[in-house]
């Protein structure tokens, strides 16, 4: 890894839903253990409500989020590129060094499931990739009033 905190950069394509709430759910479970970003391949500058609600109703927030498109420079210094999705597509820069994963979230509006139930399900199976994630970089969870 590039430096004592890892760094992982989430990409979608409008980084105004599951690249978010990746961020926030990693940052909710690890804190400042890593250096969390997100990204979109074209970015939309809003950030989905539904998402945000969905998010916060894990414990986590987005407040603070803005849609942004992907930095090279933080590609290049990245430890892990993660893309949510099947639609977001992101192409290696010189000097990167961290493979790009993709995390093929199921849609189950495919099923006809809809609303908050829909954005629970997405949520869950994100949340449940980053823990697994911050496991296999060795990211302990914050402890209560550290």
Known sequence: MSTDRPTVLFVCVSNGGKSQMAEALMRAHVGDSASIHS???APK?????????????????MDAATSKPIDPDLLRTA??????????????VG????????????????RGIVGD???DLIRDDIQNRVEVL?????????????
Do not use: F, H, Y
């Open 117 to 119: 139930e829909r954005m």
């Open 95 to 110: 000097g990167m060094t961290a493979t790009i994963e993709r995390w093929d979230t199921d849609e189950p509006s495919l």
């Open 45 to 61: 500058g809003k950030i989905n409500a539904e998402s945000a609600a969905s998010v916060a109703r894990a414990g986590a927030s």
């Open 134 to 146: 911050a496991d296999e970089l060795g990211l302990a969870r914050p402890q209560a009033g550290a």
């Open 39 to 41: 990204a979109g391949t």
């Open 79 to 92: 430890d892990r590129v993660i893309v949510l999705g099947r639609d977001a597509q992101v192409e290696p």
